[in-house]
């Protein structure tokens, strides 16, 4: 009796030791019980820290792949790509011979997208037609028109096959197609506002970069916001409130306004630079990364601030009446954590204003492709107006 004893003593430890890592069920309806309430955990028992970039073959998610294979923060990385034309797989390959520690993995064709999406923490959508600049006429709706299935056979997939991801949508027009990625979501039952985030930090980077130049000071010590949208139209840099301050150094007004001017025009001014209808990948797959990146690191590693993202305001009436706006966020472990609304000057606020007709028209436009409704264009929309009116004077050399 004793040696039987002794015997279950010497197993006891390896039982439990197996116990706390791994659940044992002991039926089928058990089974099917613990099926569901791995799907309502958030976070797994071993978090997988995998970013899925779907688009991974053009320039910007090329870049973007490049950048986020240096981050010890993310375990795998996983490359997707629908355009036979942009061969991710070499890409991959490519990405696989640099010694660090992210692990890569590539899918091509849409039967992979499930493969590409599971498990995943952050799916960013990078992919699509990057030809035209965006503005606020003609061309931003047929570059919508022309991503529109893309964007949105990517949601379709989020909601499926990981619903708990965050979202951060990238593909131009960033206005319409984070309100069809929002709306798509909120029609398939898996929309969490804390969750889909519009990428706006090119703009705050461009705006940080104009600002730190014109004060001789290091862009790393320096933070410049970026409200309203993501368009050249709708996105207003609030320069009013950078640090360090600009009134404080007696910056003039007229030198404020035509920094803003230049980040509202720095597609087009890059456009026309490079004479190829291309945007600037360079700066929009660096800025991509390091949004991506901070997201991770809020998730895993401590709450981090977003410079500028395009969100649903948990507060609309704190946030200049908006119901959808982009601001400065924190990034925590289960999403967006906190909302942060910088104060506007008179010349900012009154940009705002006139952001607001289109911001919202943009926003209709994906809303409608998203739940079947009817388009109508905006009332502000039938009146033209030249946007760049406001700064009529050649601007100051930075």
Do not use: W
Not at 199 to 209: F, G, L, P, W
Not at 217 to 243: E, L, Q
Not at 244 to 252: G, I, K, L, Q, R
């Amino acid at each position: 009796m004793l040696k039987h004893v002794k015997f279950l003593r010497r197993l006891t430890p390896y039982v439990t030791q197996r116990a706390t890592f791994q659940n044992f069920v002991m039926s089928d309806a058990l089974a099917q019980l613990d099926s569901e309430c791995e799907k309502c955990c958030y976070n797994p028992r071993v978090p997988p820290r995998k970013v899925a970039i779907i688009g991974a073959g053009t320039d910007v998610g090329q870049i973007v792949s490049l950048v986020l294979k240096q981050q010890r923060v993310i375990k795998t990385l996983a490359l997707y790509e629908n355009e036979p034309d942009r061969g991710v797989l070499g890409v991959a390959t490519d990405l696989a011979h640099i010694d660090t520690s992210p692990e890569i993995e590539a899918y091509q064709g849409k039967q992979f997208l499930k493969n590409a999406l599971h498990d995943a923490d952050v799916v960013l959508i990078c992919g699509g037609c990057y030809e035209l600049p965006p503005c606020c006429c003609e061309p931003d709706r047929e570059l919508f028109f022309k991503n529109l299935r893309f964007v949105r056979t990517t949601a379709i997939a989020v909601s499926q096959f990981c619903p708990y991801a965050i979202l951060a949508v990238q593909t131009p027009p960033v206005d319409c197609n984070y309100a069809l990625c929002a709306h798509t979501l909120k029609v398939l039952g898996t929309y969490n506002p804390r969750r889909v985030l519009g990428v706006n930090s090119v703009n705050a980077m461009r705006a940080n970069q104009l600002y730190a130049s014109m004060m001789g000071d290091d862009p790393s010590k320096s933070s410049v916001a970026v409200v309203g949208g993501c368009g050249r139209c709708t996105r207003v840099p609030v320069f009013s409130a950078a640090k360090p301050n600009p009134f404080d150094c007696n910056v003039p007004k007229k030198t404020l306004n035509c920094l803003s001017r230049l980040v509202r025009e720095a597609d087009d001014i890059i456009c026309r630079v490079k004479s190829n209808n291309e945007q600037g990948h360079l700066s929009i797959g660096f800025s991509t990364a390091r949004f991506v990146l901070n997201i991770m690191k809020g998730m895993f590693e401590t709450p981090t601030t977003l410079d500028s993202a395009l969100v649903e305001q948990s507060d609309p009436e704190k946030c200049y009446g908006m119901p959808v706006c982009a601001t400065p966020v924190t990034v925590g472990r289960f999403g967006i954590e906190q909302y942060t609304i910088p104060e506007l000057s008179e010349d900012e606020q009154q940009l705002l204003t006139e952001a607001k007709c289109d911001l919202e028209d943009m926003l209709n436009l994906g809303r409608c492709y998203a739940t079947g409704d009817e388009y109508s264009l905006h009332p502000c929309k039938y009146y033209y107006y030249d946007p760049r009116d406001y700064c009529g004077t050649p601007c100051p050399q930075v």
